[in-house]
């Protein structure tokens, strides 16, 4: 291994190539894991704006929300649960707002909510609203105080304050759930959630409960309902889950096409070799240690292609138009610098 490292420092010339592949490669997979992530956070704002709770649908719905209608009898019988300590609900209809004497139009989604959460405030007054801040960069001039105009009717309300993180693909709006029903009957008038029921039903968990054991509770004393966590919800998002199977698909490629990038490299490397692995072989060095050597050159020109790769994904991220949803997150850098470490290695040894 320390002959196999002193010859990537000292001849570092002959790993370029390589390098040069690999970076490109790993430059490619930043930015798709950025999109991939960025694209899953702007469908999914308004689910996880909600906090840490479960979520309640009819059964027959499993968890989706745009198919689901609770009833009051079942919100009724998950309020009577122990490990239950609040039950609120959350509808949704997309339309369009209009500020002052502005003509721009753009889609929003409505939500009715009832209760607060880490990120959301106390629902406002009933002629208020509280807007998602990427409305401000859609709708100009939209500040505190300003009256939006909601839907064909144009219901009025009166901007009560901001939340960041909230989209769902678009701006969304926070209006009382009360407030929302008006909304849904002159949107909808046929729609069955504008007199009653909720789409989804928020349960936050107990005093010394958690989102799990509501969840188990939940399932187990109401068959009638479906209930899972924001991750369970965001799953059947026909949006979110159609993007992530296309881009993990397009990332589990990149790392394929990895494998024979580093392959032939190390294959050469290994035929130019064979008189020095002879020579090793017939001192005593151990096929084991061979290996080794060849692991550790894969590892060190994973590491530089990492570094230089993430630092053009960066350049490239930081000029991007700020609309588009990009979002380099930890937890995907540090998937995608094990997954390329592992891969060049079994390149290397394959």
């Known amino acids: 291994m320390t002959i196999a490292l002193r010859e990537l420092l000292r001849r570092p010339g002959r790993f370029v190539p390589v390098v040069a592949a690999l970076s ?21 704002g308004a689910i996880r704006a909600q906090g ?14 745009n198919v689901s209608q609770v009833p009051q009898e079942l919100r009724q019988e998950i309020a009577r649960i122990d490990t239950v300590a ?23 989604v409505v939500y009715g909510y009832e209760l607060a959460s880490g990120r959301l405030p106390a629902p406002p007054s009933n002629g208020e ?7 401000t960069a859609v ?27 909230a989209t769902e693909g678009a701006p969304t709006v926070w209006v009382p759930l009360t407030r929302w029903r008006t909304l849904g009957s002159q949107a909808a008038p046929a729609s069955p959630l504008a007199e009653q029921g909720e789409e989804l039903l928020v349960l936050v968990p107990a005093e010394g409960a958690t989102v799990a054991d509501v969840v188990d509770d939940v399932s187990r004393a109401v068959p009638t309902a479906a209930v899972g966590t924001i991750d369970d919800v965001i799953a059947t998002l ?24 580093v392959g032939p490299f190390f294959v050469l490397l290994t035929l130019e070799r064979l008189r020095l692995y002879a020579v090793l072989k017939a001192i005593g060095g151990r096929t084991a240690d061979l290996l080794a050597g060849l692991a550790a050159q894969a590892v060190g020109i994973a590491v530089v292609s990492l570094l230089i790769g993430g630092l053009l994904a960066f350049a490239l991220t ?27 290695v079994a390149g290397a040894l394959g």
């Open 24 to 44: 490109l490669l790993v430059l490619l997979l930043v930015v798709l894991g950025g999109f991939l992530d960025g694209l899953t956070l702007d469908q999914t």
């Open 52 to 65: 840490e709770v479960a979520f309640v649908t009819t059964a027959e719905a499993e968890l989706l929300p």
């Open 86 to 108: 609040q039950v609120g609900g959350i509808s949704r209809i997309t339309t369009t707002p209009s500020v002052g004497d502005s003509d721009e139009l753009v889609d929003v």
């Open 129 to 135: 609203a509280i807007i998602d801040r990427r409305l």
């Open 139 to 165: 709708v100009t001039d939209v500040s505190d105080g300003d009256t939006l105009r909601l839907g064909p009717q144009e219901l009025k309300v009166t901007v009560a304050g901001f939340v960041d993180d």
């Open 238 to 261: 026909p949006a979110a889950s159609q993007q992530a199977a296309t881009f993990q698909g397009i990332i589990g490629a990149a790392f394929f096409v990895s494998l024979f990038v």
């Open 318 to 344: 930081s000029v991007l138009p700020p609309d588009l949803p990009v979002r380099v997150l930890p937890s995907r850098l540090a998937i995608l610098a094990v997954g390329t470490v592992v891969t060049a």
